[in-house]
């Protein structure tokens, strides 16, 4: 062979790998997911005993709602990376999922990552 078609060969491998390299990041580069408000009050905590993996997000925790807008979710899924503060006038102060408790309002915000789940990813707590 001679060594203008071995670099012939060579820039089209480097090529192709160019265009495989780019085409495989942009499948695998996550997509934003759309975030909902909702308001509502905790009827039941759920706490697992452990992180559930459900199509690859970890749940711990289960919120039983009553929705206080037309389109709230009613059982939102949530783990400890989910931001949870308490409401102090116009100010938030970041509380621990242990102090979310039955009957409390809340706000929620969340997304639907696949049809199977709702995840919070925040709460807030009014008084």
């Known amino acids: ?10 820039v089209v491998c480097l ?4 265009v ?4 495989c990041f942009q499948l695998s580069t996550p997509k934003e997911v ?7 009050i905790i009827k039941l905590v759920d706490k697992k005993d452990g992180p559930v993996k459900v ?3 970890k749940v711990q925790y289960i919120l ?13 899924a949530f783990d400890e990376q989910t931001r ?6 116009l100010e938030l102060e970041g509380v621990t999922i242990s102090q979310l408790k ?4 809340i706000d929620v915000t969340y997304e639907f990552p696949n049809d199977h789940i709702i995840r919070a990813s925040e709460i807030v707590i009014q008084q």
């Open 20 to 23: 495989t390299g780019i085409v």
């Open 1 to 10: 062979m001679k060594s203008r078609q071995k670099g012939i060969i060579t």
């Open 55 to 57: 199509d690859h997000y």
């Open 102 to 105: 039955s009957e409390q309002k």
């Open 34 to 40: 759309n975030q909902y408000h909702s308001a509502g």
């Open 15 to 18: 090529l192709l790998s160019a």
């Open 64 to 76: 039983l709602l009553e929705s206080l807008t037309e389109e709230g979710p009613t059982e939102v």
């Open 84 to 89: 949870v503060y308490l409401a102090k006038g």
